[in-house]
């Protein structure tokens, strides 16, 4: 069956930088785009990124634009979130989702704070 499990989350201090990574299975990974978003305490999903299946293409939400770079590893099923200059309000539970087909992955806690 479907599988997006993301990992990487954590406690980081202002400024600093975290990896996430979701890796997928139980579908042709190359084949769809993937996205990340993330949500929150008391706000709605928000768009992060996404990174077309086979071009690479990418796009950014206007949130963490210039803050942020998505990648993938078709030949390791794993799509990645690199962020950077991490600020307190990017503290949310950041998803991975495979898009057309939609699904969620469980998501992954990050906390920016001192």
């Known amino acids: 069956q479907v599988q997006l499990v993301e990992s990487g989350g954590g406690l980081v201090q202002p400024g600093g930088s975290l990896r996430l990574s979701c890796a997928a299975s139980g579908f042709t990974f190359s084949r769809f785009s993937m996205s990340w978003y993330r949500q929150a305490p008391g706000k709605e999903r928000e768009f992060v990124a996404t990174?077309?299946?086979?071009?690479?293409?990418?796009t950014y939400g206007e949130s963490m634009k210039g803050r942020v770079t998505i990648s993938r590893d078709n030949a390791k099923n794993t799509v990645y979130l690199q962020m950077n200059r991490l600020k307190p309000e990017d503290t949310a539970v950041y998803y991975c989702?495979?898009?057309?087909?939609?699904?969620w992955g469980q998501g992954t806690q990050v906390t920016v704070s001192s």
């Open positions: 990174i077309t299946s086979t071009s690479g293409l990418t």
């Open positions: 989702k495979r898009e057309l087909l939609t699904y």
